[in-house]
Every structure is written in structure tokens, then in C-alpha cells.
């Protein structure tokens, strides 16, 4: 398994009330329009991330975790990796339930969209200068359990 842990913040104009998607992103939110968004002005976007953890994010069925914490609230969005995801944006990460991919795109069949989250949670990163540590995991297919 290899994980990587960043920072990112929360914002007054989170809504986080889309029912397909969650999306993490390097800008800050302007509007309440980004009913995806759920955490701001991240340190990374795809394109940042670790050439090891990009390869096992473009593993077929690898299983990702995206954990977001604020305080001591967290909640778990999980999904799968795929061979096509090109992971360039530079600015975003998208968990998307269905199998749309594109270079926004982080993971795939995921069990949550920002609707899904916690409400505590969502709570936590409408606050005023909140701060949110997530963390994505990978487990390749081979580390799975038959």
C-alpha cells in the first residue's frame, strides 16, 4: 500500500451537495456554484502526485481511499483505479461513482459523492479558516484479498 498525506482548506462557500462527485482543488472558491467541491486551495493537484502512487492509481482494480479530516472529524471515499486515468490536472481531483474519466479524474466507481459526506464533516470544512489534511491510499490489485 502507499499512501501520501497533503493539506488543503475548507471554505465558507463549500455546499458539497453534488450527488456524483467530489472534488478537491489547489484554487479558492469564489462562488457556492461548486456543489462538487468539498476542500480548497489544496497543496497538489493530480499532477503532483508521486510517480509511485500515479502508477497504482492506473492500476485496474487497485482500491483508493481519500480521507478527509478536519479536527476530529473524518470520513473515507472509496474507489477504484483504472489504466486510463491520465492524472494531468494541475489544479483538481475528482472521486467520481461513475466510470467517466478524464484528467480531472482521481478515481472511479466510488462509494461516495460530497452529498455522501458527513454532514459533521462538511460542518467542519464551512469554518472559517479550516484546515483539512487528506490522505490518499492505494492498494494494488496483488495486496488484495482473494
Keep these: 500500500m502507499v499512501e501520501f498525506a497533503f493539506l488543503a ?3 465558507v462557500r463549500i455546499t458539497a451537495t453534488h450527488a456524483t462527485t467530489l472534488e478537491i ?9 461548486g456543489h462538487c467541491i468539498v476542500a ?10 508521486p510517480l ?26 472509496q474507489g477504484y483505479g483504472h489504466h486510463d486515468l491520465p492524472l494531468t490536472s494541475t ?3 475528482v472521486a467520481r ?13 466510488a462509494n461516495k459523492a460530497a452529498c455522501d459526506l458527513k ?14 489534511i487528506i490522505t490518499i491510499s492505494v492498494q ?3 495486496e488484495l484479498p482473494h
Aim: one cysteine or more; glycine letters at 8%; charged letters at 30%.
Design 9 to 11: 482548506m475548507g471554505s
Design 25 to 33: 482543488t489547489k484554487e479558492d472558491v469564489k462562488t457556492t456554484m
Design 40 to 49: 480548497t486551495q489544496s497543496e497538489v493537484g493530480l499532477s503532483d502526485l
Design 52 to 77: 509511485e502512487l500515479k502508477r497504482l492509481l492506473r492500476t485496474d482494480g487497485s482500491k483508493i481511499a481519500l480521507t478527509i479530516k478536519v479536527g476530529g472529524v473524518n470520513d473515507t471515499i
Design 91 to 93: 489544479f483538481e481531483m
Design 97 to 109: 461513482k461513475s466510470s467517466f474519466i478524464c484528467g480531472r479524474t482521481l478515481m472511479i466507481g
Design 119 to 132: 454532514r459533521e464533516l462538511v460542518s467542519a470544512l464551512r469554518k472559517q479558516d479550516s484546515h483539512a
Design 140 to 142: 494494488e490489485v496483488s
